[in-house]
Every structure is written in C-alpha cells, then in structure tokens.
C-alpha cells in the first residue's frame, strides 16, 4: 500500500471501520477513530491499544471535528446510520446524521487541508432501476430516505472538489459482510442475523418472498477498495460500485448458511420491508479498470470465515 501518513476514520469502532483502522495501523499510519458507540464498540478496536487514537464523539459536533481532522491526509468516512428501515421509521434523524453529518466531516476536511476524503455510500441509490447489473452512470432512483442520504453525501463531495478543491472518492458498497458485523439487532446486516440463528437452531425471518437478490462483498475487499481510493490518483474525484458483480437470492442464502452451520430449519415469512430494493447486482468493471480492484473472497469462503468467528466470538 502507498503509504498514508495521519488518517481519520469516522464511525471506526463500527463493523467495516474498525477493520480499515485494522489495516490502516497495520500499514505504519497514524489513525484516529471519531465514534459516538450508537452501533459501534469499543471491543471492536481494544486490541489496537494506544497504537490509534479513540475519540468518542459525534460526527455533527463541528468543534470537535476540527480538533480531530487537523494534521490528518485522508478522512474515512465511514459513520452513519446504516439501517435502511431505521431511516424509513425516523427520517429525520438519519438525515441529521448521514446529511448534515457528512456535510460537518466535508467541511472539517476542506477548512483543516485534508487531501482527500473517501466516503461510504451505497448501492441502495440505484433503487429499483430494472437494469442490471448496476453501473455508476445509471441515473439513481432512491427509494428510501437512507438512500437520498447517501446520494446527497456523493453530491456534496461533489460540490466540494469544485468549490474548494477537496478530493473526494465516493464508494458504493454493495452488501458487506464478515467478522464484528454486528447481530444484535433487529436492523443489522442479513448474514449477521442468519448466522446466530442458525447457531441458535432458530428460524430467521424471510421478508417477503424471499426472492430479493444482493450482492454480499466480503469486508477484506471493502477494505482494500478503500486504501485503493485514498491513495491512487486516477480516484479523485470518482464514484465506484464496490461488490463482487455476482449476487444470491436471500431465501438462498438461508438455504447455504443452514448447510455450512449443518442445519436445516424452514424460515418464517413475513411482510417485505418498505423502501427495500428488489434485484441488486454490482458491475465492477469501473473500480477494476480505474483502481485494478478485483474481489478475492468468494461468498462461501466468506461465510465460511464468518461462520468460524461467530462461533469463537459465541
Ligand atoms: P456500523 O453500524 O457497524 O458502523 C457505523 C459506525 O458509525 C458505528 O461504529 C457507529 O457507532 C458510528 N456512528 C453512527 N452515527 C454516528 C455519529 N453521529 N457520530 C459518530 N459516529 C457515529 O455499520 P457498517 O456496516 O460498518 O457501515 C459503515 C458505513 O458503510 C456506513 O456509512 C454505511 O452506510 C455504509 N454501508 C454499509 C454497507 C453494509 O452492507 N454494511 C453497505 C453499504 C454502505
Ligand atoms: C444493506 C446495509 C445498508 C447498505 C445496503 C447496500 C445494513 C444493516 N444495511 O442494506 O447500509 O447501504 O446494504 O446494499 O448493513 N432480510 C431478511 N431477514 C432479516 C434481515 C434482512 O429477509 O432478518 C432481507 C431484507 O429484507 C433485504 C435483505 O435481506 O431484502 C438484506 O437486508 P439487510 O442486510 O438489512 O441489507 P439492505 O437493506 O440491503
């Protein structure tokens, strides 16, 4: 990796933030995590000790992020409230964190000479658009108020390299998955969920049919495609699909979690959830080509790995 002197992750005790922070340090920079512990967790980055920098605070708190952006070459930023339902029941405040938020972190980073800021979107701005799979020049069709977020995050980044010549990577990540993925509640990341009841010998519930499809990208290949965007040029400036271009059907995957775990439960079904996006497939040919980024971890080896922490985790 091309080295990266002094970096801040917002939202770094999270799942995919504490494994960049991971890499990060491991790599010989000097990182501090900003994290308010909403879903976050301290256990997530103790092992790290006093080799980074913990901060608990919020991203909206414009004081305390231009104490923590100065001296800093790259900002991740990686807070927000994640869940797609949550920011159906409560609009409003996901829009405060993932808006006006993300617009406090730009204006730190621009006002405190960061070099470049890369930012966690999403493949949910794509919405139901019928094509696939999805390429970044299709015009986004956000079906959810955490999908508007994360587009407005990709406009503001965008408005910021032109008014004040802050380079900024927006990354669209498919569906994550792995180790410290967060279980615990209701909103939290499907493999997370399928995994612990199939631990628990318990059945998961399937909303709606279960025909959904998502592109599940292993975090380790999140990972690189972010140290990727902060460091090689030809990023500035660009949005990028981060998957894996291949996807599985949700009632499917239940089916390959119950045969790596060795059980075989029938799941409940209920009602679909509101603002959930149907058919969803990355084209990766952009990040390939652009940054050489190509996915390493396959699904079942993932889950396989995941499966292996859930179980020493329980
Ligand atoms: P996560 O919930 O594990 O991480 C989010 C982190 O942000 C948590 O540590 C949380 O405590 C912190 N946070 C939330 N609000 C904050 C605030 N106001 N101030 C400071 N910290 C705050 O979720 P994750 O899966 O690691 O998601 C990381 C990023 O990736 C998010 O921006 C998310 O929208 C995006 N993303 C995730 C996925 C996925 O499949 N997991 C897919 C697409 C995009
Ligand atoms: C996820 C991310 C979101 C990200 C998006 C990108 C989380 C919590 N959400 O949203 O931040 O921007 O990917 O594509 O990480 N499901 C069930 N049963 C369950 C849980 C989920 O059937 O118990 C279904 C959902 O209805 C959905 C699919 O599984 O169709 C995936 O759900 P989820 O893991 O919550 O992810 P997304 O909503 O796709």
Redesign the pocket.
């Known amino acids: 990796m091309k080295k990266i002197s002094h970096a801040l992750v917002t939202g770094g005790a999270g799942f995919i933030g504490s494994h960049l922070v991971d890499e990060l340090v491991a790599n010989g920079c000097r990182v501090t995590v900003l994290d308010n512990l909403s879903t976050g967790h301290r256990h997530n980055i103790d092992h790290l000790g006093d080799r980074i920098a913990f901060v608990e605070g919020d991203i909206r708190d414009a004081k305390l992020l231009d104490r923590v952006v100065r001296g800093c070459e790259v900002v991740f930023h990686q807070a ?1 409230v ?4 949550q920011s159906v029941q409560d609009p409003s405040h996901s829009c405060e964190v993932n808006d006006l938020g993300t617009v406090r972190v730009l204006d730190a980073s621009r006002r405190n000479g960061v070099r470049r800021v890369v930012m966690a979107s ?3 701005v794509y919405g139901d658009d019928p094509r696939l799979p999805k390429t970044e020049d299709m015009e986004p069709m956000p079906m959810s108020p ?1 999908a508007v977020q ?1 587009l407005t995050g990709e406009f503001y980044a965008s408005a910021f390299g032109g008014l004040y010549g802050l380079e900024t990577v927006c990354l669209r ?4 998955f792995g180790p410290r ?1 967060d279980p615990s509640s ?6 997370s ?2 995994m612990t009841k199939a631990a628990a010998g318990q059945p ?5 049919d ?1 025909g ?1 499809s ?1 592109d599940f990208v292993y975090i380790k290949d999140v990972v690189r495609a972010n140290l990727l965007a902060a460091t090689e040029a030809a990023a500035a400036g660009r949005v990028f699909n981060v998957g894996t271009g291949a996807f599985i059907r ?1 009632r499917d995957l239940w089916t390959l979690i119950g045969e790596l775990s060795n059980v075989k439960i029938d799941p409940v079904f209920g009602p ?2 509101a603002g ?2 149907r058919e ?1 497939v990355s084209d990766i040919g952009q990040i390939g080509k652009a940054l050489g980024f190509s996915p390493q971890v396959a699904l079942r080896q993932g889950l396989i790995d995941t499966l292996a922490w859930v179980r020493a985790a329980a």
């Open positions: 927000a994640v869940s797609v339902t999403s493949s949910a955490y994360k990540y498919f569906n994550v993925q209701p909103y939290s990341g499907v493999i969920i399928f998961p519930t399937i909303y709606g279960g959904q998502r949700i679909p959830r959930d996006v969803s």
